[in-house]
C-alpha cells in the first residue's frame, strides 16, 4: 500500500517537473506568463528547445508508465500512475497548480498503457491537425520559415478533435475489450483534460460575462471562452 502511495506520488511530482520553464531561464527567456509554454519556447527561445520540451512531455508520460510497470507494480498502479503523471502537468505544484493543458503527456501515456485503443483516438486528432496546418503549407507564397512555424492563428478544428479523440480513447478501450483498469484510466484521463479547460483562468473570463453557458460550452469544445 505505502510503495503505491509513493509511486502515485512521484508519478505526479515527475509530471510537476517545470521543465520548459527551466529550459526558458537556461536560455535567458522567462516563461512564466506564457499561457502555452510550447508554442512560447518554439517561437520565443528557439526550434530546438521547442523540440526538447515536447519530447520531455511526451516522454514524461510514457516513460512513467514503463517504468511503473517494469518496477512489478500491477495494471491499477500502472494505469493510476499514468493519470498521476498527467495531472502533475496539469496542476503543478511547483508552478502555484497552473500548468499545461495535458494533452501531450496524455497521448503518450495512452500509447504506453494501451496503444490500439489510442490508434482510433487519433483519428479525429489528426483530423484536426490537418484542418488546421495543411492550409499554411500550401498557401501560395508562404517561406520556409512561415510553413514551420508553431501554432498558428486560433483553430477551432484542432481544439474540438483533442476533445473527441479523448471521448473515443475510453470507448474504443472498452470496445477492445482492454481490461477495466485501463478504460478506467482513460476515462479519468477524459474527465481531466475537460476539468482543466473548463477550469484554467476561468473567473477571470466569467467576470463580467453576458453569457456564462456559452463561455463553458466553447471552453469544452475548443478550450477557449470566445470565438
Not at 139 to 155: A, C, H, I
Request: proline share 6%; charged share 15%.
Amino acid at each position: 500500500m505505502l510503495a503505491n502511495i509513493v509511486m502515485v506520488l512521484g508519478s505526479y511530482l515527475l509530471g510537476a517537473l517545470p521543465v520548459l520553464l527551466f529550459i526558458g531561464r537556461v536560455r535567458g527567456f522567462d516563461l512564466s506568463e506564457e499561457e502555452d509554454l510550447h508554442m512560447a519556447l518554439w517561437r520565443k527561445v528557439g526550434r530546438l528547445e521547442g523540440v526538447l520540451g515536447i519530447l520531455w512531455d511526451l516522454g514524461k508520460g510514457a516513460i512513467c508508465v514503463l517504468i511503473v510497470r517494469a518496477l512489478g507494480f500491477g495494471l491499477p498502479a500502472v494505469a493510476t500512475a499514468g493519470v498521476a503523471v498527467v495531472a502533475g502537468q496539469m496542476w503543478p505544484v511547483f508552478s502555484r497548480f497552473d500548468g499545461e493543458k495535458g494533452n501531450s503527456t496524455g497521448l503518450a501515456m495512452a500509447l504506453a498503457l494501451a496503444p490500439i485503443p489510442l490508434l482510433i483516438a487519433l483519428i479525429p486528432i489528426l483530423v484536426g491537425v490537418i484542418i488546421r496546418t495543411a492550409p499554411r503549407f500550401f498557401r501560395s507564397g508562404q517561406s520556409v520559415d512561415e510553413r514551420l512555424k508553431f501554432g498558428g492563428p486560433p483553430s477551432l478544428s484542432l481544439p474540438l478533435g483533442m476533445a473527441i479523440g479523448f471521448v473515443v480513447l475510453p470507448l474504443a478501450s472498452w470496445w477492445l475489450s482492454e481490461p477495466i483498469a485501463v478504460t478506467i484510466a482513460f476515462a479519468a484521463l477524459f474527465i481531466l483534460i475537460m476539468i482543466r479547460r473548463l477550469t484554467a483562468d476561468l473567473r477571470k473570463d466569467l467576470k463580467g460575462a453576458p453569457n456564462r453557458k456559452s463561455i463553458l460550452i466553447n471552453r469544452l469544445l475548443y478550450d477557449r471562452s470566445y470565438l
